[in-house]
């Protein structure tokens, strides 16, 4: 048997975002996780600048027509006091801190069962307590 | 759910035509214009170009060509959805074995395994619905899923979905964010 081609497809099976095995290009020290409303607030300063597609289904479209939809924050001052009040949160995973803004969980309870790597990281008081915190900086 | 800003390499090839005083204009918008809205494999959907690193480096000419090649540094805004993430997306098709979902750039299935065993689908709605009808899957829900399955390939990416979990399926509160 021939080996696989390089690059040519890969089933991502080593990846699991529940225990944060993201891979090497998404390692904290060289990628940026963003909430969906930082993601928007890039868009929409592109879209201002004009010069881009009109194709509906072009990836720019797409994503700005989600992260609209999406965004439960809508401020920018709300996204700001949002990002400091995260970043207190050191012994949080960047990426988890996004999803916790990106899904808006109601109790500890539902952020351990859509974010599973939370479970063993916090417990249940002071995730409570942060989940207070940014439903006052959103809309809903 | 899955926008990143990552720091990518990409080798422009220029001719020699441009080799003028507004060199570095033209560099920019050819990476622009060469990488918005492309899938770059295990980097997920580069979205847009965010900042390009200045000073842009000296090209090199290839003898092979004549043309000069400029590695070009940039920080992307991508769109990288992962195995065992859950996100929301919006329903764009119901089927009679499951549904179509986007997120984003990312289409996903999901297969009617992967629903709540208490949905049937109903034919002449053209919809899922739960038996006590409470949970109603259309075009245009918003629905929160699991990513169970993902193939990166080199110029698309596949996934696949699941509302079997505790806090997945019909998102409730979406009429508040159109």
Redesign the interface.
Known sequence: MAGRIP???????E?????LR??K??DPK???????C??HA??QE?LQKGDV?DDMD???R??LA??E????VRELENTQAIRERLDRQRELHPYER??LV??L?DTAE?AK????SLQEKVNEDQLNHLLQDLASFT?? | ?G?????LVKDLQVHPRFFNASLSDTLKQRLISEV????A???G????V?KIEEPIPVGEIDSSTGFAVFPIKYHA?V??P???????S?VTRVLPHGFLA????LDIFVSHHCLPSDMKYDQQGECWVSINQADKIETKT?V?L??IG?????TKMHATGSMK????GPIA?SA???
């Open positions: 690059g040519r497809s890969v089933v991502t099976k990846e699991d975002a529940g225990e993201l891979g290009e998404f060289v990628a940026t996780a963003l909430m969906i930082e993601a890039l868009l592109k597609s072009s990836v720019f797409r994503s989600y992260t939809k999406f965004d439960r996004a999803q990106n899904l969980p539902e069962s859509i974010i599973p809309q809903g | 759910m926008f990143f800003v990552v720091k918005e809205g492309q899938f494999g295990r980097h959907f580069i979205v847009i965010q805004l769109f990288r992962f195995r065992g993430e859950v996100l929301d919006i986007s997120a984003g750039p918003a929160r699991k990513l993902l193939k990166v390939e080199a979990e505790d806090f997945l509160s508040d964010y159109i």
